[in-house]
């Protein structure tokens, strides 16, 4: 019994080493974050915010405003307990922090990095694809060669031509080239897209089916003078039905010029499939 004694107490020290270096590990991935309530803690992450989970209502979090990877942290009442924050990003990384009362020492700005998180196997709904991954295969249909010729449309010098379809799983990337041969800056208001009927002197609302872009390449401002910008637009799988079209209308900001280019089923069928990267 002695030495079985003797055998079981080492045996039973190594598990719980082990099990103890897994907590610490697991806890040593949480960042810790100082916060004060008369000061505000910038917390900079390398993608947009998706969600945001606190601990407790002691801590007031928001969007920084216009910014979508900036989040602001105070605290809204003095020394509250200890809590935990978690965030996240469009890329599907999980970033975990614990907060604490600090009002003379707070953390002002704190850049987070994409090798802190605590994982990245997230999988969103097919409503919010993975952003990092969409962003890899748009860039990806942007460096094709072009494939397409004669789907254009062209008004007031100012161009918008198709140059390429291309798929991935469950999502259409629509390779744009919009041109600008005039002597005055195109300022960019809308870049539509919808599905409609063939185009009429009149057009209703219940006529389109609004399609909201998953991402675009290129922040879209202006197109300067005698010039062209290439772009990628990145949207939900579809299809279209028969008299349909794709409608990509381009409108100016306090401006009367503005096109459209209507896209038919059988263009859109002539895609390319995007391999993996």
């Known amino acids: 019994m002695k030495n ?5 107490a080492p045996f039973m020290a190594l598990i719980s080493m082990t099990v103890f270096g897994q907590r610490g590990s697991s806890q040593a991935e949480f960042k810790n974050l100082q916060i004060a309530q008369m000061k505000t ?14 601990g407790s209502s002691q801590v007031l979090i928001q ?12 605290a809204g009442k003095e020394n509250f307990s200890q809590t935990n924050l978690t965030v996240v990003t469009t890329e599907g990384n999980l970033y975990g922090f614990i907060l ?3 009002e ?7 850049l987070v990095q994409s090798a802190s998180a605590l994982n990245d196997d997230i999988v969103f709904s097919l409503d919010n694809e993975n952003q990092k991954k969409i962003q890899q295969y748009a860039q990806l249909a942007l460096m094709k060669k072009r494939k397409l010729i004669g789907i254009s449309k062209s008004k007031f010098d100012i161009s918008l031509r198709l140059t390429g379809v291309y798929i991935h799983q469950d999502v259409i990337y629509l390779r744009l080239l919009l041109g600008n ?13 919808f599905i409609g009927d ?15 872009p998953l991402l675009l390449t290129s922040e879209l401002i202006k197109i300067p003078e005698r010039s062209e910008l290439s772009l990628v637009c990145a949207l939900p799988k579809f299809t279209i039905g028969e008299r349909k079209y794709l409608t990509v209308e381009l409108l100016e900001k306090n401006g ?14 002539d895609l390319e499939i995007l391999g993996a990267l």
């Open 4 to 8: 079985r004694n003797l055998w079981f």
């Open 41 to 54: 803690t910038s917390v900079v992450f390398p993608y947009p915010i998706k969600s945001i989970d606190k």
């Open 63 to 74: 969007k920084a405003k216009g910014v979508e990877n900036i989040l602001l942290v105070k």
């Open 100 to 102: 604490n009362y600090d």
């Open 104 to 110: 003379q020492c707070p953390d002002l700005n704190f």
């Open 181 to 193: 041969k005039s002597k005055i800056n195109f300022d960019i208001d809308q870049l539509r897209f």
């Open 198 to 212: 063939q185009r009429k002197s009149t057009r209703t609302a219940s006529q389109e089916i609004e399609m909201s």
């Open 256 to 269: 009367q010029r503005q096109l459209g280019l209507d896209i038919k089923d059988h263009q859109l069928m």
